[in-house]
């Protein structure tokens, strides 16, 4: 059974920097374009960065400039630097595999001003 394991979630200062991974619990990454999603508490869940399988990547406008993500295949895992960040981008962030449909289990990003 294909499992997405996000890590690396925390609290951080307005300002500071963040990175969550997402590791696979089996090589789907050569057939998968991966996202980052988020979810802040009363809103709608939202695309935060999408990277396809040759890399390729999009963004929200919100973290254009200030988000990063990337891929690593060899080690099955997606990664989300976060940087500049804002109280607003506070919320749990979830991994996605597309192909497959499969959400992760959420790690939680707080910002504090």
């Known amino acids: 059974q294909v499992q997405l394991v996000e890590s690396g979630g925390g609290l951080v200062q307005a300002g500071g920097s963040l990175r969550v991974s997402c590791a696979a619990s089996?090589?789907?990454?050569?057939?998968?374009?991966m996202a980052w999603y988020r979810q802040a508490p009363g809103k709608e869940r939202e695309l935060v960065a999408r990277?396809?399988?040759?890399?390729?990547?999009n963004y929200a406008d919100s973290v254009k400039g200030r988000f990063t993500i990337y891929r690593d295949n060899a080690k099955n895992t997606v990664y989300l630097q976060m940087t500049s960040l804002k109280p607003g981008d506070t919320a749990v962030y979830y991994c996605f595999a597309e192909l497959h449909k499969i959400w992760g289990q959420g790690t939680q990003v707080t910002v504090s001003s």
């Open positions: 990277v396809t399988t040759w890399g390729s990547t």
């Open positions: 089996r090589s789907i990454f050569s057939i998968n374009a």
